[in-house]
Nanobody
């Protein structure tokens, strides 16, 4: 069982930045593939970013366009999402998720992930 706890959401003005954190339980965080998804009001859950176990491989949704990064700190069992140049369309609940080995499926698909956090709200005002 893996528990994921997101934090760092809040209200920010357009053009601003936020850093989300996702603290994970378990001794083998360094073996997890990790991802961020978001879900806006009345919308489907959307892939934001993902990172491989060692941090060497990263993946981003097309809409990110260089604005977000997804670092991880395996020593702290923590995943981050650094979001810059935010706009109102980024308003959503952001979820982190973990994919445990053996890996199967694409990191871009929500069904690939085994565990999910409760989500953190991000609101961007215009």
């Amino acid at each position: 069982q893996v528990q994921l706890v997101e934090s760092g959401g809040g209200l920010v003005q357009a053009g601003g930045s936020l850093r989300l954190s996702c603290a994970a339980s378990g001794r083998t965080f360094s073996s997890y593939r990790m991802g961020w998804f978001r879900q806006g009001p009345g919308k489907e859950r959307l892939f934001v970013a993902a990172i491989g176990p060692s941090g060497g491989n990263t993946y981003y949704g097309d809409f990110v366009k260089g604005r977000f990064t997804i670092p991880r700190d395996n020593a702290k069992s923590t995943l981050y999402l650094q979001m810059n140049s935010l706009n109102p369309e980024d308003t959503a609940v952001y979820y982190c998720a973990s994919d445990l080995p053996p890996y199967s499926g694409s990191v871009y698909r929500s069904y690939t992930y085994d565990y999910w956090g409760q989500g953190t709200q991000v609101t961007v005002s215009s």
